[in-house]
């Protein structure tokens, strides 16, 4: 038994050395991904329910290294958000996506507004909203053209002064929405105070809307109270035709999902355009 122990506690101990090695490893490589600004954007379409059209793209980060291979944001946005390091990495993001704005803006391609993911550590910066209209000003890029996706969780408590900012923001002209609905245990009645645009439904819900009655159910009160509250609704997800069948009977206004298509680079996202456009 004594064998046992000690073998199993090496065993964690080289799991968490290496754990550790690739910790720092993580954050060396994140800083000169910082300096190099190597950060990449790739662009998921949002469907129109009611007409079809590709009416807008959510930008997506993505970080291939050469000693880490790829990393997903899921393993690099929490890193970051827990050592502050998601400030200057947001900052590269919002560079990247003007920069990507304004070649979409020399191809012709002009009413694609797109969706930012804004990390509640970044937004809850008191600087922040100066943080992001330098950037857009520096590009020549106007705030309308983006939207600001914020998870529940961001806005969940109601100070003063993340209701200030949201109205700002609206002010400043950018669209806002709330990521994830459905996961942070807010109601529409709390999210009701805040001048939000777009309602998106977490895929955890839609994932099961065709086989369970009582997803099925939510979603659609979700759908009707939300319109009730002038807000439209993007479920996202969709990976199956049913899901899109049933979602349109149920009044949602846009879809994103592998359905239609996953993210792609900037000019595979302008070469679907074109195709999407010939159907
Ligand atoms: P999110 O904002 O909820 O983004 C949706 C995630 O679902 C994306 O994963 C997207 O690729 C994936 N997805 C889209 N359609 C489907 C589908 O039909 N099926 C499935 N299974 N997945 C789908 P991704 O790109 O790995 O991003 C994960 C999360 O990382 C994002 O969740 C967001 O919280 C964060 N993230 C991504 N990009 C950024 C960014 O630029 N800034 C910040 N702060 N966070 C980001
Ligand atoms: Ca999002
Ligand atoms: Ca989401
Ligand atoms: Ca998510």
């Not at 804004?118 to 890029?141: A, R, T, V, Y």
């Not at 700002?168 to 105070?193: A, M, N, P, R």
Request: hydrophobic share 40%; glycine share 4%.
């Amino acid at each position: 038994a004594k064998q046992n122990g000690r073998g199993q506690f090496s065993f964690y101990f080289d799991e968490l050395q290496t754990d550790s090695k690739r910790v720092l490893l993580l954050d060396n490589e994140l800083r000169k991904a910082i300096e190099n600004d190597s950060f990449e954007l790739h662009y998921q379409p949002k469907v129109s329910v009611t007409t079809g059209a590709i009416v807008g793209v959510e930008a997506l980060v993505r970080w291939h290294n050469e000693k880490l291979g790829f990393v997903s944001p899921g393993e690099f946005i929490p890193y970051a958000e827990e050592t502050g390091l998601i400030i200057p990495i947001s900052e590269c993001i919002i560079n990247r996506a003007c920069q990507d704005y304004l070649k979409l803006k020399s191809l012709n391609i002009k009413n694609m507004p797109i969706a930012l993911n804004i990390s509640s550590i970044h937004f809850h910066q008191s600087n922040f909203i100066e943080s992001i209209m330098q950037i857009l000003e520096k590009n020549n890029c106007p705030a309308h053209y983006f939207e600001i996706e914020l998870t529940e969780r961001t806005v969940m408590n109601s100070e003063k002064e993340t209701i200030r900012k949201l109205v700002l923001l609206k002010q400043l002209g950018f669209k806002l929405s709330i990521d994830d609905f459905g996961t942070g245990y807010s109601s529409l009645s709390y999210l009701v105070q805040f001048p939000l645009n777009y309602l998106k439904i977490d895929r955890s819900f839609i994932q099961h809307i065709c086989s369970l009655d009582d997803k099925q159910a939510v979603v659609d009160a979700i759908i009707q109270m939300a319109h009730r509250l002038h807000m439209k609704v993007i479920a996202e997800g969709v990976e199956q035709r049913e899901q899109v069948q049933l979602l349109r009977k149920m009044g949602c206004d846009m879809i994103q999902g592998y359905y239609y298509s996953k993210p792609l680079p900037l000019d595979e996202f302008t070469e679907f355009l074109e195709f999407w456009e010939l159907e």
